[in-house]
């Protein structure tokens, strides 16, 4: 997988950004490196096309290519340094435009407004627990995605990945084959308590 990661990298700075030969190296390269840990994904339900932002539940690095793989190429993630500064990843965050948060910053919601707002028209995935979760639940939410919600009137889409330990389990090394399954929900409606209704929502289908 890592292998491929880097192999990506260097074949994207090659390339015109955002070309048409860039946008195909991309999700080639994501779809390989799902596959290089032995996973094939399988989307239920319908994500739409007028989405702004998806609301998704984060196990593992190999969570962002599956979405990629069915969501396309005009998506932008929204990710923690420390993670995403490293390299190869690195290289692909600058060369793609992914956004980046640095959560010991207190100025860090003001970036993310400006970031998120510069990708108007494209989608923009958040992970709100702020952290891999490797418990086999939802975490709580962090306050910073309900915030951009409303703060920039975002059509949101809550999404859940499952199962995906039992595949790519990074914290033991360790991969088996099997069906990566990610089912997006209906859009939230925004009004009081959506946020919580939207935690408990994905908590609910996480288990079923």
């Not at 690095?61 to 979405?67: A, K, N, Q, R």
């Not at 709580?140 to 949101?156: D, M, Q, R, S």
């Not at 090394?173 to 990566?180: P, W």
Request: aromatic share 6%.
């Amino acid at each position: 997988m890592y292998i491929t990661i880097a192999t990506e990298s260097v074949a994207l700075s090659l390339c015109k950004q955002h070309g048409k030969t860039f946008n195909r190296l991309r999700r080639f390269f994501s779809i390989r490196i799902v596959r290089s840990a032995g996973a094939r994904v399988n989307l239920s339900g319908s994500i739409d096309a007028d989405t702004d932002i998806l609301i998704v539940n984060h196990q593992s690095m190999t969570d962002i290519f599956s979405l990629e793989e069915v969501v396309g190429n005009d998506v932008r993630f929204v990710g923690r340094t420390g993670i995403m500064d490293r390299w190869p990843v690195s290289r692909i965050v600058n060369l793609v435009g992914h956004i980046t948060v640095d959560q010991k910053d207190r100025r860090a919601i003001i970036k993310l407004l400006k970031d998120v707002k510069v990708c108007k028209g494209k989608k923009v995935i958040i992970f709100p627990e702020g952290t891999r979760s490797q418990t086999g639940k939802i975490e709580p939410f962090e306050p910073g995605t309900k915030i951009l919600v409303e703060k920039l009137k975002l059509k949101a889409q809550p999404v859940v990945i499952k199962n995906i330990l039992s595949i790519y389990n990074e914290s033991n090394k360790s991969a088996t084959s099997g069906t990566i399954e990610i089912e997006a929900l209906p859009p939230v409606n925004i009004q009081e308590g959506w946020y919580e209704k939207a935690h408990q929502d994905m908590s609910n289908a996480y288990q079923q």
